[in-house]
């Protein structure tokens, strides 16, 4: 989209004072800003553990409820501190964590150990008064929690069945988030609440209509002070090219879910800019083993071998993607695998390994969405092309949703897919999605024994140096010796924005609009 | 009358049957309701257990039985991604979509319509011509390449408007017009046909000869004759107003049943997308029967083959 410069100055000119969308009212002038999304809630809900949506509730989720160990989103997303000041361990199943003081729930009640118990008791998270999927959720994001013990009115202790050295990780990923017992309960049931949450995060509820929008005001006895702006305004704005128009048009201050291929666009106009980068979600491509093409691992490894990520996060991401280390992200700290790779392109040995195995041209299914994942059309046919020329018969099914793409009508051969860091360990995404309880194996795409016994180590080992052996070696049997998938890149995510506001995008697809990330 | 209403009426109720039976069977055929709401990350119990609650884990016959049977007792269902009553969903975006779709009727109708006389009474000419390239040009341009168009020009080059959203009734003028455009083409194009068939008639050359002045001709005996044809077309804009709003309601951010449609459809939250398509078939079969009876009334001569 070309578009002339006198309108854009005009537009550039008339955004830092956010004078489009501050309305003044008595002594509060703070701005209020609008933020166009692709998408606010893909459940149509605003209970995270409904809406299990990476790229849609992250974004605001974080500014209306909070953990107790909370991530460093001005940093590398390390724990910090969050509603708990501190944490230890007690044992192998038991971590204490101190309450922060004077923590004030959006209804103005303050935050106890009791609330925190609640959030994960029984009429919360595990109770047959739920609606089933949400306990099973919640037994996904705490598959051996006991109990929480009330130690004091500022002191909890989560308590777990079996040794589990990733619980404070957990505590710090969504699902974890703490709500207001009193809140809940006169909502009554989970529906009611599912559509309007209470937290203590900078934010509170003022309005939320699904597939439309959301507004939030500033909760001004947020401990982690003074919110900076008045009220947050969520629009959801499906098409890209309405989200940039409105961006440049001054109506919106942020336009999230930008293209790469319009990040040059935008920012060749003075006074916008795209920010963004790389995510804690790698773009991977999974093979079903039973298909007859793929039950030798050579030609699962050779389809890896045969696709060149750099060049594909060149001309698809502008750069701004990468080729990583594998199924895993530094964000892990010590669990992370230095010196391994994604299998190194080499087509000659990826056609080597497709002659050694005996492929005898049988057709493989390659099942993609349209454009459910950036760029996903044109890096599946790069992907495809990579792969026809090792000599492999390959043919794009585009899928219109992810029922079509699993089913097992037809011969399933590799589809898209991805994966995230949920918290600091691989347990987080290995196990989670390619561990014996993973989808990928619970569909019955892929099994290996020797991996499924590595994830009951990761997930209950207390020995770290044997678990960070134990990854490893799950590296080297689902990257190349027995292939569960392919890792083709990371993803990223880029937010176009006016120059002049003092925001930075953080590491992470959430928009924390927190005072410690506007600098004014 | 009553029985040619009657059979209308019963015509009517059929094709909202295969409506409904045809959307049941082709969503329920292609995705996985608790997939799309879900995603594929959520936990394969939990995945069985939506499954569950919401039956469909059922044969599908058993589903459609259960469905049909629960629409006859007036229980259009609830949604799968709230647990809300659909009828309730629905109800809560018909206002923003008439919002668009009634002004944008009245843009077809009062653009449409004269430039079509206009046209037909000075064939040939140079405005003939600029009305009809203008009006193939309004219902040729998808309505996604209007809107963006005028978003351009409206919104982002001269500021004037808004390009999205509902938040006055300034953001509505240019949903309203991608919406009004098109129609206005289409009804342009035929009332321009029609009048021009009118005019070649014998009683037009027979009032004219008898020295009836031309404005009495035309408003007399062309406009009546021209009516039928252009009021089949009206018919079928009216029963289209809600359908047409899917895409120019995405484009503009426009939080109407055609957006909710679309958000319905990619979840296969059957009992929402059944409302709609209840509330389309049934503002199209109405719309048919309103423009039926209304021969009748333009054409006395329909009229008297109906009571024979």
Redesign the interface.
């Known amino acids: 989209?070309r578009?002339?410069r006198r309108?854009l100055l005009?537009?550039a000119a008339a955004v830092p004072t956010v004078a489009i969308a501050q309305t003044v009212t008595g002594a509060d002038t703070r701005p209020v800003i609008t933020i166009?999304v692709q998408k606010i809630a893909?459940?149509?809900?605003l209970d995270p553990l409904?809406e299990?949506?990476s790229n849609a509730s992250e974004r605001w989720l974080g500014s209306i409820q909070e953990t107790l160990i909370a991530r460093n989103q001005q940093g590398s997303l390390e724990r910090v501190p969050g509603l708990a000041t501190a944490w230890r361990r007690i044992d192998d199943r038991t971590v204490e964590l101190d309450l922060r003081p004077g923590v004030k729930f959006h209804n103005g009640d303050e935050l106890t150990a009791e609330d925190v118990a609640f959030s994960f008791g029984p009429e919360r998270m595990f109770g047959p008064t739920l609606?089933?999927?949400?306990?099973?959720?919640a037994?996904?994001h705490w598959p051996a929690l006991d109990r929480v013990e009330i130690v004091s009115k500022t002191t909890v202790r989560f308590v777990n069945k079996t040794p589990d050295l990733t619980m404070e990780g957990r505590l710090s990923a969504g699902g974890s988030e703490i709500t207001s017992r009193r809140a809940w309960q006169e909502a009554g049931d989970w529906?009611a609440n599912?559509?309007r949450i209470t937290g203590t995060g900078p934010y509170k509820l003022r309005r939320f209509?699904?597939?439309?929008?959301l507004i939030l005001d500033a909760h001004d006895e947020y401990w982690g002070g003074r919110p900076p702006i008045r009220a947050l305004r969520f629009?959801?704005?499906?098409?890209a090219?309405?989200r940039i128009?409105?961006l440049?048009?001054?109506?919106y201050q942020f336009a999230c879910d930008i293209p790469p291929d319009q990040i040059g666009p935008i920012e060749s106009h003075p006074g916008f800019e795209v920010q963004g980068g790389l995510v804690l979600n790698h773009r991977i491509i999974t093979f079903d083993e039973h298909h007859p093409a793929l039950v030798d691992p050579r030609v699962r490894l050779a389809m890896a071998q045969a696709i060149d990520g750099q060049s594909i996060v060149d001309a698809l991401w502008a750069g701004r993607a990468r080729v990583p280390a594998g199924l895993q992200w530094p964000f892990y700290g010590d669990m992370f695998v230095p010196g391994w790779t994604v299998p190194k392109y080499d087509p000659d040995a990826a056609a080597a390994l497709v002659k050694a195995a005996g492929y005898k041209g049988e057709p493989i299914a390659y099942r993609v969405r349209n454009n459910y994942y950036t760029a996903e059309i044109p890096t599946a046919e790069i992907v495809a092309e990579s792969w026809k020329a090792i000599g492999l018969d390959v043919a794009i099914e585009v899928k219109?949703?992810?029922?079509?793409?699993?089913d097992h009508a037809g011969p399933r051969g590799v589809r898209d897919?991805s994966n995230?860091a949920v918290f600091d360990d691989p347990v987080s995404s290995i196990v989670n999605?390619h561990g014996p309880?993973g989808?990928q194996q619970?569909?019955g795409e892929w099994t290996n024994a020797e991996m499924n016994r590595l994830s009951v180590e990761l997930e209950t080992g207390t020995d770290r140096a044997r678990r960070k052996q134990a990854f490893a070696r799950m590296l080297q049997i689902c990257e190349r010796e027995d292939p569960a998938y392919i890792v083709l890149h990371q993803n990223a995510v880029f937010t176009a924005k006016p120059k002049a506001l003092p925001w930075r995008q953080p590491p992470s697809f959430f928009l924390d609009f927190s005072a410690r990330n506007w600098t004014a | 009358m009553l029985r040619f209403i009657a059979l209308r009426l019963a015509r009517s109720a059929l094709t909202i049957i295969l409506v409904v039976t045809f959307a049941f069977a082709v969503l329920r055929l292609?995705?996985?309701p608790a997939?799309?709401?879900?995603?594929?990350?959520?936990?394969?119990?939990?995945?069985?257990?939506?499954r569950?609650?919401w039956g469909l884990d059922q044969p599908l016959y058993i589903q459609y039985v259960r469905y049909f049977l629960a629409i006859l007792h007036g229980d259009l269902g609830q949604?799968m991604?709230?647990?809300?009553p659909a009828i309730d969903l629905v109800m809560e975006r018909i206002p923003a979509t008439l919002a668009l779709a009634l002004p944008a009727l009245a843009l077809k109708i009062g653009l449409g319509m004269p430039a079509g006389i206009y046209a037909a009474l000075h064939r040939n000419s140079l405005t003939d011509r600029l009305v009809m390239a203008g009006a193939v040009a309004g219902f040729t341009v998808p309505s996604f390449v209007l809107g963006?168009l005028l978003?351009?020009l409206f919104?982002?080059?001269?500021?004037w408007l808004?390009?999205?959203?509902d938040e006055s009734w300034r953001s509505a003028i240019l949903p309203v017009l991608t919406l009004g455009l098109g129609g206005a083409g289409i009804l342009a194009r035929f009332t321009r046909s029609a009048m021009l068939e009118v005019l070649g008639q014998p009683y037009i050359r027979t009032a004219s000869a008898k020295g009836v002045p031309w404005g009495a001709v035309v408003r007399g005996h062309a406009l009546p004759n021209a009516a039928i044809p252009t009021v089949t077309v009206i018919g079928f804009l009216i029963g289209s107003l809600m359908a047409g709003s899917v895409v120019v309601e995405?484009?503009?951010?426009w939080?109407g049943v055609g957006?909710?449609l679309?958000?319905a459809v990619?979840?296969?939250d059957l009992a929402v997308v059944q409302v709609i398509l209840l509330m389309v078939a049934s503002t199209m079969v109405a719309a048919n029967l309103i423009v039926d009876l209304l021969y009748g009334v333009l054409d006395p001569r329909l009229r008297n083959a109906v009571a024979h």
């Open positions: 989209m578009l002339p309108t005009a537009a166009a893909n459940s149509g809900t409904r299990q949506s609606p089933a999927d949400i306990p099973a959720i037994h996904r529906q599912s559509q209509q699904a597939d439309n929008s629009l959801e704005v499906p098409e090219a309405s128009a409105g440049l048009a001054g109506e219109e949703n992810w029922g079509q793409v699993l897919w995230s999605q309880d989808a619970q569909d | 292609s995705g996985d997939l799309a709401i879900m995603s594929p990350d959520a936990p394969v119990e939990a995945i069985a257990a939506f569950h609650s949604s991604r709230d647990g809300r963006l978003v351009l919104a982002v080059q001269l500021g808004p390009s999205g959203g995405s484009v503009f951010s939080p957006r909710q679309v958000v990619a979840n296969r």
